[in-house]
């Protein structure tokens, strides 16, 4: 079965530098999504991305955070200049382009730490 | 904007016993309701959903959920748990024409031999 496959699996990072997080989305795909998790808290939605363009973005998703499709297979997440807050696991999701209420498919995740 | 909450952080239970993880959600529209479940280390794993029709939803692992539109529940329920049924459980939403998950903060699943 197809899955969504982050890399790395986990990143260790200075505070101040800048992360790319990698995904590759299942191949026919169409809308992506990146998640993250705070240890112990819940889910929480960051941003979602179709033919493009940024569709919708939560207020977590501030000018530090950017999101790119660089080429027909990666979904990239940058975060610019790190702070010790955004450590977390980040999670990023695709669903198919077809029907509403499609189901968004998971990655294992990457473990972002910031020292 | 829409809400889940899940009113259980913890839920020890024996193995072979039935268990219910519970869900409640708030929305001003109609939603899609989910549940994933998280084993260690892994990722989100899609367990059911219920987009409409018949409230009784049958997932994989034998897990069962039941919509309840009054009650604005989505209890996880499955009538005989193993071991491997140790995981995290989150239950999700998405509103109609709005695919963003909101999601709950889980359940801990905890299988005693």
């Known amino acids: 079965e197809p899955e969504v496959t982050q890399t790395p699996s986990h990143q260790v990072t200075q505070m101040g530098q800048e992360v790319i997080l990698r995904c590759v989305p299942i191949?026919?795909?169409?809308?992506f999504y990146w998640y993250r998790q705070i240890l112990g808290q819940k889910v929480e939605f960051l941003v979602s991305?179709?033919?493009?363009?940024?569709?919708?973005k939560s207020e977590i998703f501030d000018d530090q955070f950017s999101v790119e499709r660089p080429d027909g297979s990666n979904f990239t997440l940058k975060i610019r200049s790190t702070k010790l807050e955004d450590s977390a696991m980040y999670f990023c999701?695709?669903?198919?382009?077809?029907?509403?209420?499609?189901?968004?498919?998971f990655g294992d995740g990457t473990r972002l730490s910031i020292l | 904007a829409q809400s889940v909450t899940q009113l259980d952080s913890q839920v020890p239970v024996f193995e072979e016993a039935p268990v219910e993880l519970r869900c409640n959600y708030s929305?001003?529209?109609?939603?899609?309701l989910f549940w994933y479940v998280q084993y260690p280390n892994q990722g989100l794993q899609l367990l059911l959903k219920?987009?409409?029709?018949?409230?009784l939803v049958k997932g994989i692992n034998g897990f069962e959920a039941e919509f309840n539109k009054s009650q604005t529940s989505f209890h996880l329920r499955k009538p005989s748990v193993h071991i491997s049924d140790t995981a995290e459980y989150f239950c999700?939403?998405?509103?109609?024409?709005?695919?963003?998950?909101?999601f709950g903060t889980g359940t801990r699943l905890t299988i005693i031999p």
């Open positions: 991305f179709y033919n493009n363009e940024i569709s919708e």
């Open positions: 219920y987009l409409s029709g018949s409230t």
């Open positions: 191949s026919n795909h169409l809308y």
């Open positions: 999701a695709s669903r198919p382009g077809t029907g509403d209420g499609q189901p968004q498919h």
């Open positions: 999700a939403v998405s509103r109609f024409g709005n695919e963003k998950l909101t």
């Open positions: 929305s001003s529209v109609s939603v899609y």
